[in-house]
T-cell receptor, first 113, second 115 residues
Framework: AQSVAQPEDQVNVAEGNPLTVKCTYS??????LFWYVQYPNRGLQFLLK??????LVKGSYGFEAEFNKSQTSFHLKKPSALVSDSALYFC???????????FGKGNQVVVIP | NAGVTQTPKFRILKIGQSMTLQCAQD?????MYWYRQDPGMGLKLIYY???????DKGEVPNGYNVSRSTTEDFPLRLELAAPSQTSVYFC??????????????FGSGTQLSVL
């Protein structure tokens, strides 16, 4: 069965510093990978996805993620964090032809002014 | 467009009561989903539907029922509420044609407490 792991519960970063949120996945076929963000008292919002092609995927709000097949990872990155980036971030994986999206437990990101 | 609309936003139930969480989308999406979110556990899929009249179980379907009589609506029914069903519930929808693997659109959630 497909699954994702987000090893850190919380990521603290100073405003202006690079932000990285880690995600590793486990699937038996080719993975489709997603990142979603959740702001307080809101539903999840799509950030970006990797389906195929270029390993570096660019998404909303200046975020990008790099697909690494050998390390089975899909880390989310932002070169310069903003206070408004403080939120809960979820990695998710799906296999082509499978209707189910498996979410990780989420990472709380705190950007310190 | 309103997107995905969930009602109510908050609800407190007593053990053994029943209720229906409403979900509607106006994007003509064929796929709809119900997730529950528990702290530190991520999102767990309860039920999903690939079109009107078709539903299927997710990871944690016990204690819940769904129906999909129209493309727009996907209500979630709790028949005998239990404290273990205290959670935040999210409805989501997407358009899937078997090739594009599109993103999910989420509602703002229903916070349910069973006491």
């Amino acid at each position: 069965a497909q699954s994702v792991a987000q090893p850190e519960d919380q990521v603290n970063v100073a405003e202006g510093n690079p932000l990285t949120v880690k995600c590793t996945y486990s699937v038996s076929g080719n993975p489709y990978l997603f990142w979603y963000v959740q702001y307080p008292n809101r539903g999840l919002q799509f950030l970006l996805k990797y389906i195929t092609g270029d390993n570096l995927v660019k998404g909303s709000y200046g975020f990008e993620a790099e697909f690494n097949k050998s390390q089975t990872s899909f880390h989310l990155k932002k070169p310069s964090a903003l206070v408004s980036d403080s939120a809960l971030y979820f990695c998710a994986v799906r296999i082509y032809g499978n209707n189910r999206l498996a979410f990780g437990k989420g990472n709380q990101v705190v950007v310190i002014p | 467009n309103a997107g995905v609309t969930q009602t109510p936003k908050f609800r407190i139930l007593k053990i053994g009561q029943s209720m229906t969480l409403q979900c509607a989308q106006d994007m003509n999406h064929n796929y709809m989903y119900w997730y529950r979110q528990d702290p530190g556990m991520g999102l767990k899929l309860i039920y999903y539907s690939v079109g009107a009249g078709i539903t299927d179980k997710g990871e944690v379907p016990n204690g819940y029922n769904v129906s999909r009589s129209t493309t727009e609506d996907f209500p979630l029914r709790l028949e005998l509420a239990a404290p273990s069903q205290t959670s935040v519930y999210f409805c989501a929808s997407s358009y899937e044609d078997g090739a594009t693997n599109e993103k999910l659109f989420f509602g703002s959630g229903t916070q349910l407490s069973v006491l």
